[in-house]
């Protein structure tokens, strides 16, 4: 069953945590406070997963994982010098067939002209 379309967020926009917070609020029925409680533990839980190495698979909306990059050569772009890129590690989101096509659809009906 398809979760039903929230009209709480606006298209093109940056939401918030107290924008999750309030759309758990309206939905789910948790007082304010729970509802805030609810998305800092759920975000918490996320981010200390990634931290330790895991991957966060979310169904239907994709994967978190953090990725590796080695030492590399790199050049300012200003002066063309080559500087080294430090090894590093980088958090990766690869969204679900499910959300793309959720994403693609909703572009559908919308004229690009």
Do not use: C
Not at 30 to 56: F, H, M, P, W
């Amino acid at each position: 069953m398809a979760p039903k379309r929230r009209g709480s967020v606006a298209q093109g926009k940056t939401v918030t945590r107290a924008q999750l917070s309030e759309a758990v609020y309206q939905e789910v029925g948790l007082s304010r406070n729970e509802s805030a409680d609810l998305v800092e533990s759920v975000l918490s839980e996320i981010s200390d997963s990634l931290i330790k190495g895991e991957t966060v698979k979310v169904s239907s909306f994709g994967s978190f994982y953090v990725r590796q990059k080695g030492e590399r050569v790199g050049r300012n772009p200003k002066t063309g010098e080559e500087v080294p890129i430090l090894p590093r590690r980088v958090l990766v989101f690869r969204p679900s067939h499910v959300l793309k096509d959720r994403i693609n659809q909703s572009l559908g009906g919308k004229s690009g002209a």
